[in-house]
């Protein structure tokens, strides 16, 4: 009797553990993929598996009218087919790792020649018939808008107008304030890797064009070179784009409404693509989002994404003249992919292509190449001729 009872004590312990194990596993695995649930996304999103890029334009909920613009001009690229003549593989730089299994930045050299063959490529392209390639990608847009604290009449009109154009990113944890800005980022970014499958991801101000068709023709290029070359990297990780232009001698802000207050890792910021527009692959805006409860928040999101992502030794920091994306804009050239600080009269132009042919006007920023070669101070001494 007593060697029957205990055995059955033994496997009722047995069964307990097993069970409590079980389940421990269960929570242990839930939480690993659970999602940080930052967002309280307003409207529903549908799921969207195949996209090969996310635009998402960081939007005031008052700028209805830069909305507008946007979507009748480079945003309409948005639902078009693809139709250029295909960028030319042998322009585009694949970084490669060092010895010591860090991955090379692109030498000053470099980027002038590539930017000389775009020019001329831009130039051929456009005095003789080239043959277009349709290529079936798919990109959707988002406006993020933060809705907490917000009055009744102006979130009615939000979701009025996201009935019309199924295009809002309602935060509703979100409050709309300038020093909120980097959590509106984190938000955004935890919604859109959450709800959607996507290989890259533009951020761009509402303020901010996009000549979407010749990125977008750029971008696919590179991702099939990137692909194909894939098994070429072997154990190292495969490089992950930043793409944008490069700022590293930035003084940190230690007044008005970007004072930084919590930020003692250099006496510059950290190199950051800034912010009118920049490009991050998918496993970027998914760490961001994963690991956002652990990261320090900065007074500004673009700063906060250069050091969030400083440590990595995969990110391939693609430095970019034709981006144009400071907090002034630079003189309108016709090579320019993205051009920030765009009223919408400007938008409009540059969208019937009336504006960087006839600009004359002079800029009070140089453009730079960036050497990674040097100290941050020294990053941006060579000039764009």
């Known amino acids: 009797m007593m060697r029957r009872m205990n055995n059955l004590v033994t496997l009722f312990t047995a069964a307990s553990a097993f069970f409590?194990?079980?389940f421990i596993t269960k929570i242990l695995s839930t939480v690993d993929k659970c999602p940080t649930h930052r967002s309280g996304?307003?409207?529903q999103l549908?799921?969207?598996?195949?996209?090969f890029l996310i635009v998402l334009v960081l939007s005031s909920p008052r700028n209805v009218d830069h909305r507008n613009t946007m979507r009748s001009t480079w945003l309409r690229y948005v639902e078009q087919p693809l139709a250029l003549p295909y960028f030319p593989e042998e322009q585009i730089y694949l970084p490669t790792y060092y010895a010591n299994g860090h991955l090379m930045a692109e030498r000053v050299e470099s980027q002038r020649k590539r930017l000389?063959?775009?020019?001329n490529w831009q130039g051929s392209i456009s005095t003789r018939s080239s043959r277009k390639t349709q290529r079936g990608i798919r990109v959707k847009h988002f406006f993020a808008i933060g809705t907490g604290q917000m009055s009744r009449d102006l979130h009615a009109e939000l979701q009025n107008e996201h009935m019309q154009h199924n295009d809002l990113l309602l935060l509703q944890k979100h409050p709309e304030t300038y020093h909120n800005l980097t959590e509106k980022l984190l938000q955004s970014l935890d919604t859109l890797t959450q709800r959607y499958e996507f290989s890259y991801l533009i951020k761009v101000d509402d303020d901010t064009y996009v000549k979407l068709d010749s990125l977008l023709n750029e971008l696919v290029s590179y991702d099939r070179k990137l692909l194909r070359n894939a098994v070429e990297y072997g154990n190292d990780p495969l490089p992950q784009l930043y793409w944008g232009y490069f700022s590293g001698r930035s003084k940190i802000k230690t007044k008005g409404r970007w004072k930084?207050?919590?930020y003692y890792l250099s006496k510059n910021y950290l190199p950051y693509a800034l912010g009118g527009g920049y490009v991050l692959s998918r496993k970027l805006c998914e760490y961001i989002a994963n690991s956002s409860h652990m990261l320090s928040p900065y007074a500004s999101e673009d700063v906060s994404v250069g050091t969030w992502l400083a440590p990595f030794r995969h990110i391939y920091r693609w430095?970019?003249?034709r981006f144009d994306t400071a907090y002034i804009s630079r003189k309108c050239k016709p090579y320019h992919l993205v051009l920030h600080k765009c009223s919408q009269e400007r938008m409009k132009k540059i969208n019937d292509g009336k504006l960087c042919s006839t600009d004359t006007s002079p800029s009070s920023l140089p453009e730079y190449y960036y050497d990674w070669m040097k100290v941050a101070d020294q990053c941006c001494d060579n000039l764009v001729e």
């Open 20 to 22: 409590f194990g079980s």
């Open 41 to 43: 996304v307003g409207a």
């Open 46 to 51: 549908e799921h969207h598996p195949d996209l």
């Open 116 to 119: 000389r063959q775009y020019i």
């Open 260 to 262: 930084e207050s919590n």
């Open 319 to 321: 430095h970019d003249p």
